[in-house]
């Protein structure tokens, strides 16, 4: 099993330009989760879902959008990127008994200059 | 406010001493408590964590946590520090209890470096 995999590992954007950021996971999970981590912040959640074709925002959502059209994976976007969406960005997911386990991804580094 | 705070930043221990990270949470009912440990370049792992009951939980890698309600803590401990152990330690709380949140909440992380 891969477990959380994460593409791609490191990408550099330009200002205003646009990436989609891809998670899946192969645990049959129901719910998965995007979360940023910047220096002195901890993890921050983004968007969540709690199953397929279902999203919810977290705590930091604006700039990013994301999509949940099959179990096994997870797309988060950004339309339009600005630098202060540099950050490490991580993929979870866990199950639905119990959903406090979750499983991370080894993460995307994100640069926007 | 709610909130999870970690006070450390940063700790350093020496190899085989003890180690004791602090978290405490403002919240009006009791959450769920957990412990999670990032490696140096990965994502986080589940350390140990806590719903109720007894209030010392044992976890992996030899770490364990005590739940002291009258102080709001949760504070993690090892007896002997050993230098594998060296990482970011993350206390995270679910403020609902287990209610319909399925998520977490994450303080700020302690990263802990072990002298040998």
């Known amino acids: 099993n891969a477990g959380v995999t994460q593409t791609p590992k490191f990408r550099v954007l330009k200002t205003g330009q646009s990436m989609t950021l891809l998670c899946a996971q192969d645990?049959?999970?129901?719910?998965m989760y995007w979360y940023r981590q910047d220096p002195g912040m901890g993890l921050r959640l983004i968007h969540y879902?709690?199953?397929?074709?279902?999203?919810a925002k977290g705590e930091v959502p604006d700039g990013y959008n994301v999509s949940r059209l099959k179990k096994q994976n997870f797309l988060l976007g950004l339309e339009s990127a600005a630098p202060s969406q540099t950050s490490v960005y991580f993929c979870?997911?866990?199950?639905?008994?119990?959903?406090?386990?979750?499983?991370f991804g080894p993460g995307t580094r994100l640069t926007v200059t | 406010a709610q909130s999870v705070t970690q006070p450390d930043i940063h700790i350093t221990v020496s190899e085989g001493a003890s180690l004791e990270l602090r978290c405490n949470y403002s919240y009006g009912a009791t959450p769920y408590l957990f412990w999670y440990v990032q490696s140096p370049g990965q994502g986080l792992q589940l350390l140990l964590k806590?719903?109720?009951?007894?209030?010392l939980v044992q976890g992996i890698k030899g770490f364990e946590a005590e739940f002291k309600r009258s102080q709001s803590s949760f504070n993690l401990r090892k007896p002997s520090v050993h230098w594998s152990d060296a990482a970011e330690y993350f206390c995270?709380?679910?403020?609902?209890?287990?209610?319909?949140?399925?998520?977490?909440?994450f303080g700020k992380g302690t990263l802990l470096t072990v002298n040998p």
């Open positions: 879902s709690v199953g397929e074709g279902t999203t």
């Open positions: 645990m049959n999970h129901e719910y």
């Open positions: 979870a997911s866990s199950s639905e008994d119990a959903y406090y386990e979750q499983y």
């Open positions: 995270a709380v679910d403020p609902t209890g287990g209610g319909s949140n399925y998520k977490l909440t």
């Open positions: 806590y719903f109720s009951g007894d209030t």
